[in-house]
């Protein structure tokens, strides 16, 4: 008796993408049709978090979660290294007999690229940069990647010149067409018996943003709403108020230029979305769509405007949420989920449907109960961090934000349940006093559960927190 062929694995990752930028799970003016059509086709996951950062490119360690699986501070290296003793996500499927591809954005080394994919195009090793003309690298068998060219850096981080993995500048086409193209070719003439895992990797719509004239016509500044928790500057010090991404629009954020960015904002994200489309179609005609799991899913959000932010370090919700949708074999068509999650818990995910079995460095855990009954319990509390700065914790209702910036500290509560857009703080009312506690509670057995003691990261933060004195 044969064994069934295991199912084909599509993981489309997009870049700072909030969880309400489709149109069918939020933002009901945002045009987002592939998007949309995944949703209705499949199950997306309305609480799926990423747990913070340990540096400004927060996308960076997220990235590492995703394809590791493991927790924030248990990475063991931060940023462009992955430790070999972490199993790559690739490196497990290529072991079950699968095919694995790569494309885009690739934020976490060449070494753990090479470990990851047996093949791939257009790889752009580096965390953003023009969207028209994408420094990227052909897929090297040999793993060393070893061509690198000068690159002189744009004015809002540093103009210092750095070398760049680059076999070649990709001039005039856009990065979410490049990558998607990319991708479309392999589809076409893939013709292997085995499975494959394709993972492709967007740099959209991370800034600078910019895209085709047709699709930021599609938004008119003037008609864009401003979210309900808008504010001209943030109200304290959160430890991070003039990192790049904050430098983006002035001091104080003025409405008209707070409805400009998020007008190229979803401009971006719709053509995205069409590219997307493009890749779905192929898929639909080879006759793949009925065996293959797609992942849509970003690695983090983005505040434009909200709280007087603009960046995604920090701790809020339009930071730390992100979309979620799967479809495909094993997954149910047009159903959401609430129950709590991280990005890491993909990794088991994917694992459990394919049938293959999960590594022991791996701390994700599957969502597959969630996929098979609705009302699963998800993760009954959620741990986020950022930096030696702001730690956060939050149940199925309440969330808890605490700062720590020049030994002042700052506690915020919320009440997401009546309060999604986190706008009135109850940490001093004395009817939510018990509520506090027990978050505090969560927070300092997350402290041990994560080791979050390292130096310049949580052994900062916890020395001026002193939450038993509090």
């Given at each position: 008796m044969s064994t069934p062929k295991r199912p084909n694995i599509l993981i489309l990752f997009t870049d700072d993408q909030r969880f309400d930028t489709i149109h069918a799970l939020g933002y009901e003016h945002i045009h987002t049709p592939t998007m949309d059509r995944l949703v209705e086709e499949g199950t997306a996951f309305s609480r799926a978090y990423i747990m913070g950062g340990s540096c400004p490119a927060v996308c960076m360690p997220s990235r590492a979660m995703l394809m590791t699986g493991r927790t924030l501070y248990h990475l063991e290296a931060q940023g462009q290294s992955v430790p070999d003793a972490h199993a790559?996500?690739?490196?497990?499927?290529?072991?079950?007999?699968?095919?694995?591809?790569?494309?885009?954005?690739?934020?976490?080394?060449?070494?753990?690229?090479?470990?990851?994919?047996?093949?791939?195009?257009?790889?752009?090793?580096?965390?953003?940069?023009?969207?028209?003309?994408?420094?990227?690298?052909?897929?090297?068998?040999?793993?060393?990647?070893?061509?690198?060219?000068?690159?002189?850096?744009?004015?809002?981080?540093?103009?210092?010149?750095?070398?760049?993995?680059?076999?070649?500048?990709?001039?005039?086409?856009?990065?979410?067409?490049?990558?998607?193209?990319?991708?479309?070719?392999?589809?076409?003439?893939?013709?292997?018996?085995?499975?494959?895992?394709?993972?492709?990797?967007?740099?959209?719509?991370?800034?600078?943003?910019?895209?085709?004239?047709?699709?930021?016509?599609?938004?008119?500044?003037?008609?864009?709403?401003?979210?309900?928790?808008?504010?001209?500057?943030?109200?304290?010090?959160?430890?991070?108020?003039?990192?790049?991404?904050?430098?983006?629009?002035?001091?104080?954020?003025?409405?008209?230029?707070?409805?400009?960015?998020?007008?190229?904002?979803?401009?971006?994200?719709?053509?995205?979305?069409?590219?997307i489309g493009r890749v779905l179609d192929v898929l639909d005609a080879k006759g793949l769509t009925d065996e293959t799991i797609v992942v849509l899913a970003g690695d983090n959000g983005l505040a434009i405007g909200r709280h007087g932010l603009m960046g995604k370090q920090n701790l809020y919700d339009h930071s730390v949420h992100v979309p979620l949708v799967m479809r495909g074999p094993g997954v149910p068509r047009g159903e959401v989920r609430d129950a709590q999650c991280y990005l890491l818990d993909i990794y088991p995910t994917l694992c459990e449907l394919a049938q293959v079995a999960v590594p022991e460095t791996v701390e994700g855990r599957s969502l597959v109960p969630a996929l098979n009954e609705a009302d699963a319990n998800g993760r009954e509390t959620l741990c986020f961090a950022y930096r030696g700065f702001q730690r956060a914790v939050q149940d199925g209702r309440y969330k808890l934000i605490e700062y720590v910036v020049d030994g002042e500290r700052t506690t915020q509560l919320f009440d997401l349940q009546e309060d999604p857009w986190e706008l009135t703080n109850l940490a001093e009312d004395p009817a939510y006093a018990e509520v506090k506690a027990a978050l505090r509670g969560a927070l300092r057995r997350w402290r041990t559960e994560l080791d979050d003691d390292q130096p310049g990261q949580g052994a900062d933060f916890w020395a001026g927190y002193k939450v038993e004195n509090a």
């Open positions: 790559m996500m690739g490196e497990t499927f290529q072991e079950a007999g699968y095919t694995t591809w790569g494309a885009g954005k690739w934020h976490n080394g060449t070494p753990a690229y090479a470990r990851s994919f047996t093949a791939g195009a257009e790889i752009f090793f580096g965390g953003m940069d023009d969207h028209w003309n994408v420094p990227a690298c052909d897929f090297d068998p040999t793993g060393r990647y070893d061509n690198a060219h000068p690159f002189i850096r744009t004015p809002q981080t540093t103009n210092a010149v750095t070398m760049r993995h680059c076999d070649h500048i990709v001039p005039g086409k856009h990065s979410s067409e490049l990558f998607a193209e990319a991708a479309i070719d392999a589809l076409e003439h893939y013709e292997d018996d085995a499975p494959f895992l394709m993972y492709v990797s967007f740099m959209a719509p991370h800034d600078p943003r910019t895209m085709p004239a047709s699709f930021l016509r599609m938004y008119d500044p003037e008609e864009v709403e401003l979210p309900p928790s808008y504010k001209p500057e943030h109200p304290f010090d959160n430890g991070e108020l003039r990192v790049r991404d904050e430098l983006l629009a002035d001091f104080p954020r003025t409405p008209e230029e707070i409805r400009r960015h998020n007008a190229e904002y979803y401009a971006m994200i719709s053509h995205l979305d069409a590219q």
